[in-house]
């Protein structure tokens, strides 16, 4: 009777408080517990689990900065090209050169906004930029030309004023002075031959400066084909990022998934538990009436009891850390995912800037190509011009030769004709003369040079 009325309830108390403290600790570690685990999920094991390819460090990262400075320095030598000294040139090439600023500003403010190195990028023009600055450098074949007609004009005017003086001396009867003026016309018509023959060595020397850019389409195809390289690598590198992208929104599926099939489960099995302890707790009190033959099933529900008490808690610990570790996989999962997009966005923007320069470089080009070919047919109609003059001149030198040789030889019949009595003047007027005055009656000799002419021409 002690037994069931003093031990049993004594016994029941303290088992009560007992249940009453685990009630607490279950209820606490549900509340409360959180674990603090050494890091259970990393990018090696995202990376081993989802099968990614791409790793962190080939990727762009928020705190990387743009270097476009090379793309500042390719604007700076197009604005110099803007003032350059050859302002003949610059007006065939300021379209190209404005819309070549445009095109890096745009280039320059995409990168602003980017993660990318331009270095590679602002190489590609520079060889373009140096022929365009190369052609302007070449000379203006009419400006250079100006020096020569001017000298051509003057011996022109030289020629029409030996004329005018011949004329007027022929109509006084001043035979030795129009026959002077006559050698005189011939020399200045010598010079003027010379001159126009030296327009040719002037526009082959502007040929020769112009013939370096024939070969531009070559520097535009290098160009073509190093922006196709740097392409292809940002548009491999921007698949790479896609297909890691894909793997990772799947990877994220089933990890929800799987969460929410996890919370399922221990919600079902924290129910059953409640409903465990619930019955336990009615076994007790059936025990408790019937004490003394269940004494041994008291314990054993009581061991039961705190096996379950046991198992739940390490269940709650192990739910915990599941946990815990699923939003530290969250956590890197977000962060690579933002590391992925940024690089995708990164391979987007570089790849508009590659076109930018693209067709800046093809501008370039064109444009040059274009001076290039203007300027060979300049030089083509320049020359047709030029042995057009040299032709004129040259017949006009004719002319007047052949009209000196034909009055020499007229002149020399009359004399042959009438030698005797001319001779006979002569002798006897020279004794009278000073030799001054004799002197200017000896006909002047023609110079070597016209001699070696007049005999050409009389050969042909």
């Not at 020397?205 to 112009?210: A, K, L, M």
């Amino acid at each position: 009777e002690l037994h069931v009325t003093d031990w049993s309830e004594n016994q029941k108390q303290k088992l009560a408080a007992a249940h009453e403290k685990a009630h607490e600790l279950l209820a606490a570690v549900e509340a409360g517990t959180k674990w603090n685990l050494t890091q259970a999920y990393d990018i090696q094991k995202l990376m081993r689990v989802c099968g990614l390819e791409m790793s962190v460090r080939e990727l762009y990262k928020p705190e990387d900065k743009p270097q476009f400075m090379d793309i500042i320095a390719l604007k700076k030598t197009l604005q110099e090209l803007k003032q350059h000294r050859n302002k003949t040139r610059i007006v065939s090439f300021t379209g190209t050169i404005d819309n070549g600023l445009s095109k890096l500003e745009k280039v320059e403010e995409e990168l602003r906004r980017s993660q990318l190195d331009a270095t590679e990028l602002a190489q590609v023009p520079v060889n373009v930029l140096k022929n365009l600055e190369d052609c302007m450098n070449v000379q203006n074949v009419q400006a250079a030309l100006v020096g020569n007609e001017e000298q051509i004009n003057q011996q022109l005017a030289s020629i029409e004023k030996c004329k005018e003086i011949r004329n007027i001396a022929l109509s006084d009867g001043e035979m030795s002075i129009a026959e002077e003026q006559f050698y005189i016309k011939a020399q200045l018509l010598e010079r003027l031959v010379e001159l126009v023959r030296d327009k040719f060595r002037i526009i082959g020397v502007t040929d020769d400066e112009n013939r370096m850019f024939s070969k531009i389409h070559e520097v535009q195809k290098k160009a073509y084909q190093e922006t196709s390289a740097m392409k292809d690598a940002k548009r491999r590198l921007k698949q790479r990022c896609e297909t890691d992208l894909k793997h990772v929104h799947d990877a994220i599926q089933k990890a929800d998934l799987e969460d929410a099939e996890a919370m399922k489960r221990f919600a079902a099995q924290k129910d059953k538990s409640e409903k465990f302890i619930k019955d336990n707790q009615d076994k007790q009190d059936e025990c408790w009436r019937k004490i003394q033959d269940l004494e041994r099933q008291l314990q054993k529900l009581g061991t039961e009891r705190f096996e379950e008490v046991k198992r739940r808690i390490e269940e709650n610990d192990r739910e915990e850390k599941r946990k815990v570790e699923y939003q530290q996989f969250l956590d890197v999962v977000s962060q690579h995912k933002k590391l992925l997009e940024l690089t995708v966005y990164n391979c987007d923007l570089a790849i508009r800037a590659i076109g930018i320069i693209e067709e800046l470089v093809a501008e370039g080009c064109s444009a040059i190509k274009a001076r290039y070919d203007k300027t060979n047919q300049e030089l083509a109609d320049l020359r047709l011009l030029v042995h057009q003059e040299y032709l004129g001149v040259f017949r006009r030198l004719y002319k007047t030769l052949g009209q000196l040789v034909y009055k020499k030889e007229k002149d020399w019949r009359r004399l042959t004709a009438t030698s005797a009595q001319p001779t006979f003047s002569l002798n006897s007027a020279s004794k009278h003369l000073t030799p001054m005055q004799r002197s200017t009656v000896i006909p002047r000799r023609i110079s070597t040079s016209f001699v070696l002419m007049l005999r050409k021409s009389c050969k042909c």
